[in-house]
């Protein structure tokens, strides 16, 4: 579904960014992968063909960086068919009158910095048929108490998109949003073990699993899947809307 298209995934060596990364290349993509540390880039793509894959170490927050990671697939490749705009932190998690004041600045700084940097700098090199996808949450959809930045930052990737979304469909350049519910990865479990102490001791697991009627987390490869059709000529007339793979969770 993906013969010969060059995607660059940011959050690259992370859970749903690797999983996506190995979807893609499986679809015959060619894929630069794109993430804070080159240890981890290198631990990550270890077990994927070397043939069609590149890393590069870059905070999407900074401008020079950005640049460099879409100079990097340029130049390799030729140009950039789907970006993946993935890369995410969470935050702190607590209550508002104790919250930092500082609290979202580097929250915003990645999820919707990074993202709109990312846009701007590959949109140049992006032409028909081109496809972004902004890897928001369910956080995006509905608010969290306590889990203040990160759940303002995902509502705020919707608003990118969407300007986005009717700015590039001239271009035929598609550009959607990608809202996955709670997934099984360490990124979630460390949401769910800061958010146990809000609900008394609870265990934000279990009642997260309760809340959500298919009854379970997602797996990587579950959003990985939906940002494949996002990223394909599956989804040729879908652009500025919101995809949520969340086993019923916002149903
Ligand atoms: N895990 C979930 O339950 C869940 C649910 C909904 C949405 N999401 C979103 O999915 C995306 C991927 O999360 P994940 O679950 O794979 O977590 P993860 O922590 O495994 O992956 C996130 C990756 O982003 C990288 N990253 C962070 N800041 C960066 C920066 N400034 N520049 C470049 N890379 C940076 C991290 O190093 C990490 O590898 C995030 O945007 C997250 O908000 C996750």
Known sequence: MLQDKVCVITGGSGSIGLATARLFIEQGAKVLLVDLSQAALDSAVADLPSDGVAT?????????????????????????????????????IGGIEDYPDDGLDNVFRVHVRGAFLGCKYAVPHMNAGGSII????????????????????????????????????????RVNSLHPGPIDNAFQ???????????????????????????????????????????????????????????????
């Open 56 to 92: 590069c170490v870059a905070d999407v927050g900074d401008v020079a960086q950005t640049r460099a990671f879409v100079d990097q697939a340029v130049t390799r490749w030729g140009r950039i068919d789907v970006l993946f705009c993935n890369a995410g932190n969470s935050g702190v």
């Open 134 to 173: 902004i890897n928001s949450s369910v956080a995006g959809l509905g608010g969290s108490p306590g889990i203040y930045a990160y759940c303002t930052a995902k509502h705020a990737q919707i608003g990118l998109m969407r300007s986005l979304a009717k700015e590039l469909a001239a271009k035929r350049i």
């Open 189 to 251: 479990t460390h949401i769910e073990d800061s958010f146990s102490p809000l609900m008394g001791g609870g265990d934000a697991t279990a009642l997260m699993n309760s809340m959500i009627p298919m009854g379970r987390h997602g797996q990587p490869l579950e959003i990985a899947k939906a940002a494949l059709f996002l990223a394909s000529d599956m989804s040729s007339f879908t652009t500025g809307s919101m995809l949520v793979a969340d086993g019923g969770f916002t149903a």
